[in-house]
């Protein structure tokens, strides 16, 4: 495919998209109702349907028996890690291989030129930022997650909180399924506003920050505290009346949709004329400046509401450089 026709591509070789990103259609106004009709198939297809077809798989043929999860044991929480590993290892690991190892696609639709193999650094460990991301990952991350999954099942089957069930709910329980990326973005974006604050920063989140140029290892490249804070958004479901299988989506959503944000392409070609959006940029920008896009593709638009957006255009560049020096004095200022 032919990149330069969906975007441009600096001095340095890195791509952009030639339209700026916009937030979710039904909070643009006037509100026109073919596009957010356009927009719908967006959202389901294809990688909210590939969670809840992975979801579906877990409960049918991983999750353990309710009189199991009663008990806490090393047993099942084992087996859910082992096969959380491994569908990570087969799912990012496909996307590292194909695009990163092999580079099929090249660096066409690739928005920083460059591969992180080809810089490496003393502030990852072994100097590899693969290696660095790849064992935090599956050493650090994966084994919170798969705490979280364990506590929340284990709440569920003992009856420490409502199980609603599918046969007298059907119309709630769904409109849960629709509505989990937007609490995801909402508790990400309380999450990592939260560690971007200086303290917090330094000591936690700037481990996931030091891959400025993401590959799929850095999805879950982070420090214990960041991860298991990411994933405690199947906490929700304790709280608000639920099923064990839509926090297990909300789950899924986080641990498997956060490849979203780091595969470092805007498109992944599938063949000579055929691609699957990654919807990877806005968090790419954020990787890349900062203190921007602290949220995700603007389903739930705060950062558009607290003044943290960046679209990726001129303008946005503009906005995004006063709010620094409007920072910058009032450091100044203080220090003065």
């Not at 650090?140 to 009856?159: K, N, R």
């Not at 303290?199 to 214990?224: E, F, G, Q, R, T």
């Not at 450089?321 to 409007?326: G, I, L, P, S, Y």
Request: hydrophobic fraction near 45%; proline fraction near 7%; charged fraction near 15%.
């Amino acid at each position: 495919m032919d990149d330069l026709k969906y975007g441009t591509r600096n001095k340095r070789g890195d791509w952009a998209p030639k339209d700026p990103l916009e937030v979710a259609p039904f909070w643009q106004w006037p509100l026109k109702p073919g596009k957010i009709l356009g927009w719908l198939p967006n959202y389901l297809w294809p990688w909210n349907t590939l969670h809840m077809a992975i979801t579906l798989a877990y409960w049918y043929l991983v999750i353990p028996d309710p009189e199991v999860m009663k008990t806490l044991s090393w047993g099942w929480a084992l087996w859910l890690y082992a096969v959380n590993a491994g569908a990570i290892f087969v799912i990012y690991g496909s996307v590292e291989l194909f695009y990163y190892v092999k580079r099929r696609q090249g660096n066409r639709f690739k928005y920083n030129a460059k591969f992180p193999s080809e810089n490496p650094s003393d502030v990852f460990w072994f100097k590899s930022q693969n290696i660095d991301n790849f064992l935090r990952s599956f050493f650090i991350s994966i084994p919170l997650w798969t705490l979280v999954e364990v506590l929340f099942l284990h709440a569920f089957a003992s009856g420490y909180v409502p199980w609603l069930t599918w046969a007298d709910n059907p119309l709630y329980l769904a409109a849960l399924c629709f509505i989990a990326p937007a609490i995801h973005e909402v508790h990400f974006f309380v999450i990592h506003r939260l560690i971007h604050t200086p303290l917090l920063y330094k000591w936690i989140h700037s481990v996931h920050h030091n891959s400025i140029n993401p590959s799929p290892w850095s999805s879950l490249s982070m420090h214990p505290v960041e991860g298991f804070l990411y994933h405690a958004v199947a906490f929700w479901h304790l709280v608000i009346p639920s099923n064990p299988i839509v926090a297990l989506f909300q789950l899924h959503v986080a641990g498997f949709g956060a490849i979203n944000g780091h595969i470092g392409f805007e498109k992944l070609e599938l063949t000579d004329d055929k691609a699957i959006s990654s919807e990877a940029y806005a968090h790419y920008l954020h990787h890349k400046y900062f203190e921007v896009n602290y949220g995700g593709e603007g389903l739930i638009p705060l950062d558009k509401w607290f003044g943290t957006w960046h679209d990726g255009s001129k303008e946005g560049d503009a906005m995004m450089n006063a709010r620094f020096e409007k920072k910058k004095a009032r450091l100044n200022a203080r220090s003065a």
